[in-house]
């Protein structure tokens, strides 16, 4: 396939902003099995053996997002003995792309983040695009995932049949039909999209505004559940390095997945929203007769107000095992 991936242009202003992420004190490249290091933004509270037991959680993030995107402040989880482990899924911000991935690498480098902490086992919570990589870590490793969490995440065609784009927007359900290249060409136009929306394309100076193509309540729910800047910052830097990771996410997550969601044994609760045009309630719905252990919530609100209910979805999993 000869294509050509949308980038952020190299500057002084995006250069200090990925130091600046690095340098942090959430951020670090963790290599895996196979020797790729990727990055992992883990935050939260690390002294579990000298002052007691607390709550390891890895966090799968959506598309196209990375590991630091629009997660709480460090405080925050701290406070209340929590430690989150959000690897970078590869092909977004620094972590190196691997194409024609499945949704067993991505089980693989969250279970080799595990054990390169000495963490046995964990709750996961995945949203949106993640929801296939969440739920094949938990199939695959059933005894290093106590519980999942599964946050506004959309089902693939064969999953729903004919009901799949009910609900759904234009632009999501369009792409179904595509193939490998027109899906790929696609993705990079929205990647441009994005950016433009996102990003001074002369200087790559992140713009302070919410890109006005979402919804009224889709927009509300932004400023009411995150700060607006890391909504920018997170679409600037998870296509740093071009569109390909977030090609790879759509086309695992709108076709085949190739497992079985019956290998999912542990308990799993389901989040959703009345008014999401990206993972409409009936796939929740759905989701929830797939599965063998599964609980359903559906709540007002659009997809973006999911940021706000990390506190409460690790609070439940931690009451429901």
Request: proline share 5%; with cysteine; charged share 25%.
């Amino acid at each position: 396939m000869v294509a050509v991936e949308r980038r952020l242009p190299e500057n002084a202003i995006l250069r200090e902003r990925v130091d600046e992420i690095l340098a942090s004190g959430t951020s670090e490249l963790v290599p895996m099995r196979d020797g790729v290091k990727i990055h992992v933004d883990r935050r939260g509270y690390r002294n579990f053996e000298s002052h007691g037991d607390g709550t390891e959680v890895v966090y799968i993030h959506g598309s196209p997002f990375y590991g630091g995107a629009v997660m709480p402040r460090q405080i925050a989880f701290y406070r209340q003995r929590i430690e989150v482990f959000s690897p970078t899924r590869r092909g977004y911000f620094v972590s190196p792309r691997k194409p024609n991935r499945d949704f067993e690498v991505s089980a693989d480098d969250a279970a080799d983040v595990l054990s390169y902490h000495g963490v046995k086992n964990c709750f996961v919570i995945t949203k949106s695009g993640g929801i296939g990589h969440g739920l094949k870590f938990a199939a695959k490793y059933p005894d290093r995932v106590k519980g999942v969490a599964v946050i506004a995440g959309a089902l693939s065609h064969d999953m729903m049949g004919e009901d799949w784009a009910d609900g759904m927007a234009k632009a999501n359900a369009d792409i179904f039909p595509m193939n490998d290249e027109t899906l790929y060409s696609h993705i990079g136009k929205q990647a441009q999209l994005i950016l433009n929306e996102n990003t001074n394309p002369e200087t790559g100076q992140r713009l302070q505004h919410i890109p006005p193509r979402l919804s009224d309540l889709a927009r509300r729910d932004i400023r009411n559940n995150v700060y607006e800047w890391d909504f920018q910052d997170t679409y600037s830097m998870a296509l740093l390095r071009g569109h390909g990771g977030w090609y790879d996410d759509v086309r695992m997550l709108y076709h085949d997945w190739g497992f079985d969601l019956r290998d999912v044994r542990q308990p799993v609760l389901l989040y959703y929203y009345e008014s999401d045009a990206y993972a409409p309630p009936a796939h929740g719905r759905q989701l929830q007769q797939l599965l063998p252990n599964a609980h359903l919530t559906v709540s007002p609100g659009s997809h973006f107000r999911s940021f706000s209910d990390i506190y409460t979805v690790i609070h439940d999993l931690k009451q429901m095992v």
